[in-house]
């Protein structure tokens, strides 16, 4: 069974950097084809791609975002990490962690329940 | 502002026939890549509804289907039920001087009356 886990704060203060992890379990990281994404949503509004991992470690970033997010993974923890700087916020968001089909296939087959992030003094 | 434009409601009666559009440009649609849609329940994450275009995962109803054409793809749902109602996106891939992204569409809400 796949399965992925939202993990982290969720308050932040604006101008900190927020670190979300994405455990992930019926499956590796390092499987040939495999990518795990982040999504975000803020209260009522539209999905938005944040970033992607790919098994052989290449990215893909939200050429709007991409100054402020860095994305890793430690295929020993399962763990898939994205870290954003400088809060806002705008910011305020549900995250998802998802990951896609396989090689070849651009959407999003399973993904975590979310975590609500606040950004607020 | 979404790359891909969808009506940000749409409504029917129950037993009725709806179509939610998704309009993209010739970086992603038109580029030939597939569109996707997902399903999103009142509280819940995303859930795939359409891949690939016009294929439906194993336990999603016939009731919905998908269709693709130059820059524009189409969600159909038929036999419209109260269950229904949710918000709907469109997704595809863009390859654009930018990059390649992953991208959505606004969504669509939908009402069933």
């Known amino acids: 069974q796949i399965t992925l886990k939202e993990s982290g704060p969720t308050l932040v203060k604006p101008t900190q950097t927020l670190t979300l992890t994405c455990t992930v379990s019926?499956?590796?990281?390092?499987?040939?084809?495999?990518?795990v994404g982040w999504i975000r949503q803020p209260p009522g509004k539209a999905l938005e791609w944040l970033a992607l991992i790919y098994w052989d470690d290449d990215k893909r970033y939200s050429p709007s975002l991409r100054s402020r997010l860095t994305i890793t993974k430690d295929t020993s923890k399962n763990q898939v990490v994205l870290t954003m700087t400088n809060m806002d916020p705008v910011d305020t968001a549900t995250y998802y962690c998802a990951r896609r089909r396989g090689s070849g296939w651009y959407y999003f087959e399973y993904w975590g329940r979310g975590i609500l992030v606040t950004v607020s003094s | 502002q979404s790359v891909l434009t969808q009506p940000p409601s749409v409504s029917g009666a129950p037993g009725q026939r709806v179509t939610i559009s998704c309009t993209g440009t010739?970086?992603?649609?038109?580029?030939?890549?597939?569109v996707h849609w997902y399903q999103q329940l009142p509280g819940t994450a995303p859930k795939v509804l359409i891949y690939g275009n016009n294929n439906r995962p194993s336990g999603v109803p016939d009731r919905f289907s998908g269709s693709k054409s130059g820059t524009s793809a189409s969600l159909a749902i038929t036999g419209l039920q109260a269950e229904d109602e949710a918000d709907y996106y469109c997704q595809s891939y863009d390859n654009s001087l930018s990059g390649r992204n992953w991208v959505f569409g606004g969504g669509t809400k939908l009402t069933v009356l």
């Open positions: 010739s970086s992603n649609i038109g580029a030939g890549f597939d």
């Open positions: 019926g499956f590796s990281l390092s499987t040939d084809g495999v990518g």
